[in-house]
């Protein structure tokens, strides 16, 4: 009986998931096919994350690697989370009304469109919502040893699914040393300790292995993009990013800090106080602390079910309110209207004025940049299969197929995985530790897709030529091309030897 109500609010995640998942409207995002390849290069490490999500690419590939597969991954960690939410309800003494507030509020947040995209986010959240539920259970006076090893096995994890487990980890020490420092003479806490890093120990030994390639990534962070995050504009975003529920987790951080509606629940209210100073502090990116307010949810449901004992028409009020601001931004989140509509509606002067449609370049475009993201890579990977194709039997096999990011070469190797054709790659993100080597009989064909500067290449081949376009309208790839390179002349495949060890080198530190 007790598990009856958040198994129910795991089913809806799911189904709710699957209808506004846009299959169908759109294609993957472009982080997606890069995650995707993981799979096909299992390793304890990546230069953009940890090796979890690279399992999980294995399992999706080898079920064929369908649409629905790819998004099983985070509605599954989605919905384990909502159970997690609910469940923390009851454990604080929260009733059916306290449970289905704190899952309405997950529901109706940024999460719904966080566990539609295969990337480490929907599995953070997961993970951070579980490990706060173990602190608040080992604080509670039934708390068991048990309890720490539960948050030491789930931060180990973490460990592996993303390197912001540290700063999880981080608050954790301080909440536990400001609520209950005895703990620290005992033992189950270093065991717990213990088992967080033997877990975690392959990706840690990968990364002194490879050079410590988390410190380029976090440079290139910092002078990209966590330099234009400041302090006001990132806790805007926080009202933003859970808005819907504000009226529920503002409150159950106030009551947990105070130890309401159960003493348990300060830890949660001291962990994410500390996260989030931390995320300040570091110029963090908003999203960043999404794991830290499911928590909060489930704390606000409980507490406002003792305000509102005797008023049952606001406990109507509180339940329907989260949906009501919810339901009229279902078009603008998530993939549900095609991209011709969705340009209509980018058109609203509410859209120009919140720049909705405003791209990474700056510029405003006819719709959001994360849609335009799922668009145009099933024709890329189509027409430079064609390309490839066309080319004679008897040197098709030599042919390297080079783009300039990750999200081409992911796409094109997704979309082509059932086809007889050489893997694409690039010099960029992880595809840097995948480029093959030169063969001893170099290469007589390239395809260069989203090459830049084309005219600059024509004297490096006996026959340089435009094989294909991407035409698809309103997609962010539009206008990226495919040129055919034929007989590429020594010196040019010397600097790119070059050119891709000197990227190498940067991320690993130079260790090479």
């Known amino acids: 009986m007790k598990h009856r109500l958040p198994l129910l609010f795991a089913l809806l995640k799911v189904i709710s998931g699957l209808l506004l998942a846009g299959y169908g409207t759109y294609e993957l995002h472009r982080d997606e096919y890069l995650y995707l390849d993981y799979g096909r290069h299992l390793a304890w490490g990546y230069i953009e994350v940890p090796p979890l999500t690279a399992l999980q690419s294995w399992v999706t590939l080898a079920l064929g690697g369908g649409f629905f597969w790819v998004k099983f991954w985070p509605l599954l960690w989605g919905a384990l989370t909502i159970y ?39 599995f953070e959240i997961f993970s951070f919502t579980l490990a706060t539920y173990w602190l608040v259970r080992h604080a509670q006076p039934d708390g068991r040893p048990r309890h720490l090893y539960g948050l030491g096995l789930v931060l180990g994890l973490g460990i592996l699914n993303k390197y912001t487990t540290f700063f999880f980890g981080a608050a954790a020490l301080v909440a536990l040393l400001l609520t209950t420092p005895r703990t620290f003479g005992r033992r189950p806490i270093w065991l717990a300790a213990g088992l967080a890093l033997l877990v975690a120990a392959p990706t840690l030994v990968w990364q002194v292995a490879h050079g410590l390639p988390f410190r380029h990534h976090m440079a290139l962070l910092h002078e990209r993009q966590l330099v234009h995050v400041s302090a006001g504009g990132f806790w805007k975003e926080q009202v933003l990013l859970c808005f819907s529920a504000v009226l529920v987790w503002v409150p159950g951080l106030w009551a947990a800090l105070r130890g309401q509606p159960v003493p348990a629940a300060r830890v949660a209210g001291l962990v994410y106080v500390v996260a989030l100073l931390i995320l300040t ?232």
């Open 281 to 512: 502090v570091l110029h963090g990116k908003s999203y960043y602390a999404l794991g830290y307010y499911p928590a909060l949810f489930a704390v606000g449901a409980v507490w406002w079910q003792t305000q509102l004992a005797a008023r049952p028409r606001l406990r109507v009020a509180m339940l329907v309110v989260p949906l009501l601001l919810w339901v009229p931004l279902v078009r603008d989140i998530f993939p549900v209207l095609p991209p011709t509509a969705m340009a209509r509606l980018s058109q609203r002067p509410l859209h120009q004025k919140l720049g909705l449609t405003r791209w990474e370049d700056g510029e405003l475009h006819a719709i959001p940049q994360d849609f335009a993201d799922m668009l145009g890579w099933q024709e890329l990977a189509n027409k430079t299969w064609l390309a490839y194709q066309a080319l004679p039997d008897s040197t098709r096999a030599s042919t390297l197929i080079k783009c300039d990011n990750y999200g081409q070469a992911g796409a094109i190797n997704y979309y082509n995985r059932n086809r007889p054709m050489p893997a694409a790659t690039s010099f960029n993100g992880s595809y840097l530790h995948w480029f093959p080597p030169v063969p001893a009989r170099p290469w007589h064909h390239l395809l260069l897709v989203g090459e830049g500067y084309p005219d600059k290449l024509t004297p490096y081949f006996t026959t340089f030529r435009k094989v294909g376009e991407v035409t698809t309208p309103y997609a962010m790839e539009r206008g990226t091309t495919i040129y055919l390179g034929t007989g590429p002349s020594p010196a040019l495949l010397a600097r790119a030897v070059t050119e891709r060890n000197a990227e190498l080198a940067a991320w690993e530190g130079n260790l090479k």
């Open 84 to 122: 997690v939410v609910v469940r923390l309800a009851q454990k604080l003494g929260g009733g059916p009304w306290a449970q289905a507030l704190a899952g309405v509020c997950f529901l109706t947040t940024a999460y719904g469109r966080v566990n539609l995209l295969f990337q480490p986010n929907a």
